[in-house]
């Protein structure tokens, strides 16, 4: 067994040792917040934004974007739990903005020798800005949205820590 399972088996004991009454927290989110960001290992969005268990539904993808998978949590947060106000947050140093779409194309056919990677959007980001302005605009404009939510989108500094606003919809 990897050292990696070991440590997270050890972790998982003392976390359910410590578990308290964690399982009293109602499913929807208490501040009626979901939060779409990067998978980005350094980023702590419960931390950065105040958040506490419970205060929000947090939507982890690489880059942070609007994706169709990401749209469809969004839509499950609200339909179903009741969410009404939704952040983008993209940051700096992005792993996403070290590639394009014909690189990672080409990377995976030569690595894994097939052209399958040439079909799949990798939604690259080459403006950090931009991409935060149309990840948000293209969830205001989806069909399955209701205007009624309040969208914001952000982007993270990692090396202040600060969050810049970018749009507000």
Known sequence: ??????R???ANNKYAEEFGNKSDL??????RLAVLTC????????????LELGDAHII????????????????ISTTLLGTNEWLVIHHSECGMERFTQEEMGKLLKERL???EGEFVNWLSISDRIESVKHDAMHIRNHPLVSKEIK????LFNTKTGELQEVITL
């Open 26 to 31: 109602e499913i929807p989110p208490a501040r």
């Open 8 to 10: 997270i088996k050890l």
């Open 39 to 50: 998978m980005d290992a350094r980023l702590e969005p419960m931390k950065f934004l105040g």
């Open 60 to 75: 982890r993808n690489a880059g942070g974007r609007a994706s169709d998978d990401a749209i469809r949590s969004l839509v």
């Open 1 to 6: 067994m990897s050292d990696n399972i070991e």
């Open 151 to 154: 969208i914001s989108g952000y």
């Open 113 to 115: 020798n097939t052209i």
